[in-house]
């Protein structure tokens, strides 16, 4: 009974997994920017789904609201405060969709190429590390003793998109 529990539960999360693929697509490739944000939520929801699955509820909580609740509804505003009809004449929509093309399928075969390689049965070490030690304490360690370098380069891109974002709004606001 419990192989066939664990048989289970690696196929649902590979098909999590792909349906999170798709609504990832569904981001890029849509038209209307409140479908990509629609779809950007799901996605979110479906990472969540993934952590539960491989029992780091921690990680899936922190997911669910930092991101599909707090960032979500900030892109939402973002989005219904910008006069995107006006944006949408310039064509700055789609006008990278052989780029955006290639980046999925060179993700897809990379995602892929990780999943093939993972062993069939046994949690990855990241995951088997925050279930031994306790969610946050193991996320915590892990975050600032090995994976520091990551952690950092991703907090100057944050302040370099919001010290982006700033400067935009300034020039906007002033013409």
């Known amino acids: ?50 952590y539960l699955l491989f029992d ?18 900030l892109f939402l505003f973002v989005v219904l405060l910008v006069a995107l009809h006006k944006l949408e004449n310039l064509r700055l929509y789609n006008t990278y969709s052989l780029v955006s093309i290639v980046l999925v399928l060179f993700l897809i075969v990379i995602l892929g190429a990780t999943f093939y ?4 049965g046994a949690a990855p070490s990241v995951v088997h590390n925050i279930i031994a030690g306790g969610s ?11 994976f520091i370098l990551p952690f950092e380069i991703a907090s100057v891109l944050l302040l370099v998109a919001l010290i982006g974002a700033i400067i935009l709004t300034k020039a906007r606001a002033e013409q």
């Not at 098909?15 to 996605?43: D, P, Q, R, W």
């Open 56 to 73: 780091a509820e921690f990680l899936a909580a922190v997911q669910l609201l930092v991101y599909a609740g707090g960032i979500i509804v």
């Open 136 to 146: 946050t304490e193991a996320v915590a360690m892990s975050l600032y003793t090995k």
């Open 1 to 50: 009974m419990e192989a066939l529990s664990q048989f289970l539960s690696h196929y649902l999360i590979y098909m999590i997994m792909g349906l999170s693929i798709v609504t990832a697509l569904g981001i890029v490739f849509s038209k209307n920017a409140v479908h990509s944000v629609i779809s950007m939520l799901f996605t979110m929801v479906l990472v969540a789904g993934v």
């Open 117 to 120: 390689s993972m062993p069939f």
